[in-house]
């Protein structure tokens, strides 16, 4: 992770740049004040909880709202680099990480085309 912008207080704006090895994703998590990921290179996966695997291409844009429990992560190939911007809330938390995402919730994703 690399972080590109982290604005100095009081702002609580952060954007990390991220590369995902092949497969490799985050755990369910979500975020007090959102979270917009961009997809910069690779393809990526990402899901909301009870919705379904969506495919990313470099150049797509997801905005996941507050509190929206998500993973984002790596297609099974190539590798996904993803660029993320976060806010943290007034106890500066940016990410409340939950459980694991299972190879059975991971392998539900659609083969990208």
């Known amino acids: 992770m690399d972080a590109v912008a982290a604005a100095p207080y009081p702002s609580r ?3 990390n740049l991220v590369h995902f090895v092949p ?22 996966l990402c899901q909301r909880r ?4 969506e495919v990313l291409r470099p ?9 929206e429990e998500h993973w ?3 297609a ?3 590798l996904m680099v993803r660029l993320a911007r976060n806010e943290a809330d007034a106890d500066h ?18 083969a990208p085309s």
């Open 76 to 78: 099974p190939d190539p």
């Open 93 to 110: 938390d940016v990410v409340h990480w939950l459980t694991p995402v299972t190879d059975e919730e991971y392998a539900a994703a659609p």
């Open 72 to 74: 984002h992560g790596a």
């Open 59 to 67: 150049g797509d844009r997801v905005l996941f709202e507050a509190d």
């Open 23 to 44: 497969c490799a994703r985050t755990h369910w998590h979500g975020h007090s004040l959102s979270q917009t990921v961009f997809v910069t290179e690779g393809i990526g």
């Open 50 to 53: 009870g919705g379904p695997i």
């Open 13 to 15: 704006v952060s954007a």
